[in-house]
C-alpha cells in the first residue's frame, strides 16, 4: 500500500532516535554502545574535516542523522514481512531534496549572491554555457542520490524474495541453497553499509562544494 514506507520511515525515525537517546550522557569510562556510538560520530567529523574543514564540524548532526535513518531504513528490508522504506523511491527523494535545499541555502548564506560563481565556471565568456549545464547537474543530484539507493535496496530485497521462493517450493534447492543464500544475505548487508556510506559522502561532498569560497 502507498502509505507503507512512510509507517517504515517512521519506525526508521523512532529507531535512529532510540540508538542516540540510548547513548545518554557520556561517562568517562564508556560502555561498548558509548564507544561504538562516539566512533560513528568520529567517522563523521572525519568525513567531514576532510572534505569541508574545520567549518564543515557544524554538519555533523545532519550528517549523522542522514547516516542512521538510512541505515536502519536499509536494515529494515532485512527483516521477514517488512519493507525497506529506501526501497521507495519517495522516501529516498525527500532525504535528497532536503540534502539539496540545504546545501544551497549554506551556498548562499556563507557566500551571499557570490555563490552564484559558481555555477559560472572557469571561462567568463563560456558563463551562459556553464550555467545551464551546473543548474541541470544540481537539478539531476536530487534525483540520481535518490534512485542509486531505491535500486539497491529494491534489487536486493527481490533477489532475497525470489531466492527464497525457490528455495521453499522445491525439495533439492531447500538442500543445496542455503550456502547460496548466506552469500548473497552477506552481500546484502555489505550493500547496505556502502549505500549508506555513499548517501552520506555525497551529501558532505555537495556542502563542501557549497560552502567552498569561489576564487575566479
Do not use: C, D, W
Not at 517504515?8 to 532516535?17: E, F, P, V
Not at 542516540?20 to 568520529?42: D, H, M, N, V, W
Not at 559522502?201 to 556542502?207: A, D, K, P, R, T
Amino acid at each position: 500500500m502507498e502509505y507503507t514506507h512512510v509507517v517504515y520511515g517512521l519506525i526508521s525515525i523512532a529507531i535512529a532516535l532510540a540508538v542516540i537517546l540510548k547513548g545518554g550522557k557520556p561517562s568517562l569510562k564508556p560502555t561498548k554502545y558509548q564507544a561504538i556510538l562516539e566512533g560513528y560520530i568520529r567517522f563523521v567529523r572525519n568525513m567531514l574535516l576532510e572534505n569541508v574543514g574545520e567549518k564543515g564540524l557544524k554538519y555533523v548532526p545532519l550528517i549523522a542523522t542522514i547516516g542512521v535513518f538510512v541505515f536502519f531504513g536499509n536494515i529494515l528490508g532485512m527483516v521477514p514481512g517488512l519493507e525497506s522504506p529506501t526501497a521507495n523511491i519517495n522516501t529516498n527523494l525527500a532525504i535528497a531534496l532536503l540534502v539539496f535545499f540545504y546545501y544551497h541555502f549554506e551556498g548562499f548564506r556563507e557566500n551571499g549572491l557570490s555563490y552564484l560563481k559558481h555555477f559560472m565556471g572557469p571561462i567568463p565568456l563560456m558563463a551562459p554555457f556553464f550555467f545551464i549545464v551546473e543548474i541541470i547537474s544540481h537539478i539531476a543530484r536530487p534525483i540520481t542520490l535518490s534512485l542509486r539507493l531505491f535500486a539497491n535496496m529494491k534489487a536486493g530485497a527481490l533477489l532475497l524474495i525470489t531466492l527464497a521462493s525457490l528455495v521453499i517450493k522445491n525439495p533439492f534447492t531447500l538442500v543445496v541453497s542455503p550456502p547460496v543464500l548466506i552469500f548473497v544475505i552477506a552481500i546484502k548487508f555489505l550493500a547496505i553499509f556502502i549505500q549508506t556510506y555513499i548517501f552520506m559522502i555525497l551529501s558532505v561532498v555537495y556542502l563542501a562544494g557549497a560552502v567552498a569560497h569561489e576564487e575566479h
